[in-house]
């Protein structure tokens, strides 16, 4: 079983930066597409991008344009800038892993927090 692990969470001001890293347990990452939805209590999860192997990349229109997602598959890992940080940004990120027939992979979730 994938294990996925982010880090990288925090609190920040508006207007502000973080980055967020999601690390895989095993290489299946590399071949896989894996990407980042956010959680607000009381709210469904929604999505904010995607990467695929190929280095496709997709993201919510919320996003475009200040988020960008990044991939290291020498190190299993994914990555997500997010710059231009508004309060409407701050959520639990958690990240995935599709992994085919086999289903799909989360993490336990980061935490980020944006403050006026």
């Known amino acids: 079983q994938v294990q996925l692990v982010e880090s990288g969470g925090g609190s920040v001001e508006v207007g502000g930066s973080l980055r967020l890293s999601c690390t895989a347990s095993?290489?299946?990452?590399?071949?896989?597409?894996m990407g980042w939805y956010r959680q607000v209590a009381g709210k469904e999860r929604e999505f904010v991008a995607r990467?695929?192997?190929?280095?496709?990349?997709d993201y919510a229109d919320s996003v475009k344009g200040r988020f960008t997602i990044s991939r290291d598959s020498a190190k299993n890992t994914i990555h997500l800038q997010m710059n231009s940080l508004k309060s409407e940004d701050a959520a639990i990120y958690f990240c995935?892993?599709?992994?085919?027939?086999?289903?799909?992979?989360w993490g336990q979730g980061t935490q980020v927090t944006v403050s006026s």
């Open positions: 990467i695929t192997s190929f280095g496709t990349k």
């Open positions: 995935n892993l599709e992994h085919g027939k086999f289903g799909v992979y």
């Open positions: 095993e290489s299946i990452s590399s071949i896989r597409p």
